[in-house]
């Protein structure tokens, strides 16, 4: 009778040695996943789905656009992100969206006023979140519309934070008939040992209907 008491409570002690280590394995799996997700969105890079081979190396789609203080606006979906998604859809690259900690007026005039205050002032406004990891990638695309002649100082403070010498970066814009106002030579002189690329201006009008052109554009530099 002895033998069977103790030979019984050896096999509870072993159920519930068995059961308290596998709560302990499955707090610790939630923990290291939640640790990720939370890696992940703080980096605030859309990774790409799909994978182009295509010779350019890993290819990155930087891009600040606006829905609200646009001329026409309010729109569902920016005009510089429509142009940044079409070129995401042609490579298969990531993308990242730069967005301002402080967020710019609704108003159009009163967001031509700042734009064009900021940059008499040589501004360099704060980005909300991380910055991407630049270094993994060979191509860079810098997209905007364009503020009095080159890119919303908010895309400079971008410039000012990362390094892209030695990669291929090119630009893209949306604009009222400005073209890609200076934002090509912005580039060359920021990054002098960057290869920086034809880029492509699009009117903002036109965005919505302009993926055959930036294809078109794209096909042209090899992509």
Same mark, same amino acid.
Do not use: C
């Given at each position: 009778m002895r033998k069977r008491i103790i030979a019984f409570i050896s096999v509870i002690?072993?159920?519930l040695v068995a059961v308290v280590g596998y709560n302990l394995y499955n707090n610790r799996q939630t923990r290291s996943n939640s640790s990720t997700v939370g890696r992940q969105s703080s980096q605030q890079v859309t990774r790409s789905k799909t994978t182009k081979s295509n010779g350019n190396g890993k290819t990155l789609v930087v891009y600040f656009s606006r829905k609200e203080g646009v001329s026409g606006g309010p729109l569902k979906v920016g005009n510089t992100k429509v142009i940044a998604d079409y070129?995401?859809?042609?490579?298969?690259? %990531?993308? #990242?969206?730069?967005?301002?900690?402080?967020? #710019? &007026?609704?108003?159009?005039?009163? *967001?031509? %006023?700042?734009?064009?205050?900021?940059?008499?002032?040589?501004? +360099? &406004?704060?980005?909300? $979140?991380?910055? &991407? %990891?630049?270094?993994? #990638?060979d191509t860079v695309f810098?997209?905007? &519309?364009?503020w009095w002649g080159e890119y919303p100082m908010i895309? +400079? *403070?971008?410039?000012?934070?990362?390094d892209l010498n030695g990669k291929t970066v090119i630009p893209f814009t949306t604009h009222m008939g400005s073209g890609l106002g200076n934002t090509q030579e912005q580039l060359e002189?920021? #990054?002098?040992?960057?290869?920086?690329?034809? $880029?492509? $201006?699009?009117?903002?009008?036109?965005?919505?209907n302009s993926k055959g052109t930036v294809d078109k554009w794209l096909n042209k530099l090899g992509y």
């Amino acid at each position: 009778m002895r033998k069977r008491i103790i030979a019984f409570i050896s096999v509870i002690v072993v159920i519930l040695v068995a059961v308290v280590g596998y709560n302990l394995y499955n707090n610790r799996q939630t923990r290291s996943n939640s640790s990720t997700v939370g890696r992940q969105s703080s980096q605030q890079v859309t990774r790409s789905k799909t994978t182009k081979s295509n010779g350019n190396g890993k290819t990155l789609v930087v891009y600040f656009s606006r829905k609200e203080g646009v001329s026409g606006g309010p729109l569902k979906v920016g005009n510089t992100k429509v142009i940044a998604d079409y070129i995401q859809q042609h490579t298969g690259a %990531d993308e #990242y969206e730069i967005k301002a900690a402080k967020s #710019y &007026p609704k108003g159009y005039q009163a *967001t031509a %006023d700042q734009a064009q205050k900021e940059q008499e002032n040589n501004a +360099r &406004p704060k980005i909300k $979140g991380s910055l &991407p %990891d630049v270094s993994k #990638y060979d191509t860079v695309f810098v997209g905007a &519309p364009v503020w009095w002649g080159e890119y919303p100082m908010i895309v +400079r *403070t971008f410039l000012d934070a990362t390094d892209l010498n030695g990669k291929t970066v090119i630009p893209f814009t949306t604009h009222m008939g400005s073209g890609l106002g200076n934002t090509q030579e912005q580039l060359e002189k920021q #990054y002098p040992k960057a290869k920086v690329r034809k $880029g492509l $201006g699009v009117e903002g009008t036109e965005a919505k209907n302009s993926k055959g052109t930036v294809d078109k554009w794209l096909n042209k530099l090899g992509y």
